[in-house]
């Protein structure tokens, strides 16, 4: 598989279906995928590593850049999967965001022609886990200005990204308001943005 045989699938209608089928031929070109397939991840996913990660490229509007980031959003889980303190037989991802981000420009920087997004591609990739720890730790004010700061430009696509990922996870419970109440915080602080779809 080539570079733009993998853009022309991240493009399609279906993305997930394709990348599926042909995985082998895309863990050739991006080998930092494949430890995704079949790992386990946590007691809040129902998918293994691999089908969260398509589902979420499936989740993010046709844009090359948003499906790529999609693809390799989670790519510094494997290296940082380690059994939880407290949730005996379950994992944590401890600073997978960041590892993944540095992983995802290693991988942009060898596949070529991504020199003009690469930078917004690993910012998106290095906070996408903010707005769900925004969610599980409340909306303070405070809080919800440090997270505006931290995102700056990159807050619609980071929030498209994050509901992507959230309504990756279970199979069940499609976590599709797990936003809204950060959507509302935003609001109530007078910020103006293009919400995720």
């Not at 598989?1 to 863990?27: A, N």
């Not at 505006?148 to 619609?156: D, E, I, M, S």
Request: glycine letters at 6%.
């Amino acid at each position: 598989m080539t570079h733009e045989e993998l853009s022309s699938i991240l493009l399609s209608d279906s993305p997930s279906l394709q990348l599926d089928t042909q995985r082998e031929e895309v863990f050739q070109l991006i080998p930092e995928l494949r430890p995704l397939l079949g790992m386990y991840q946590n007691s809040h996913h129902d998918y293994d590593g691999w089908t969260h990660t398509i589902k979420t490229v499936d989740g993010v509007r046709p844009d090359l850049c948003m499906r790529m980031t999609a693809l390799l959003h989670d790519v510094g889980k494997p290296v940082t999967k380690a059994p939880h303190p407290k949730r005996p037989g379950d994992f944590q991802f401890v600073d997978h965001a960041d590892v993944g981000a540095g992983i995802a420009r290693h991988i942009l920087e060898r596949l070529g022609g991504w020199d003009a997004e690469l930078s917004k591609i690993c910012t998106l990739i290095e906070l996408h886990v903010d707005p769900l720890y925004l969610a599980l730790n409340g909306y303070a004010p405070r809080a919800v200005r440090r997270f505006l700061r931290k995102t700056a430009n990159t807050l619609p696509d980071l929030l498209e990204l994050a509901k992507a990922d959230a309504m990756a996870k279970n199979i069940t419970e499609r976590n599709e308001a797990v936003l809204q109440p950060l959507l509302d915080a935003l609001k109530a602080e007078h910020v103006v943005f293009r919400p995720p779809n």
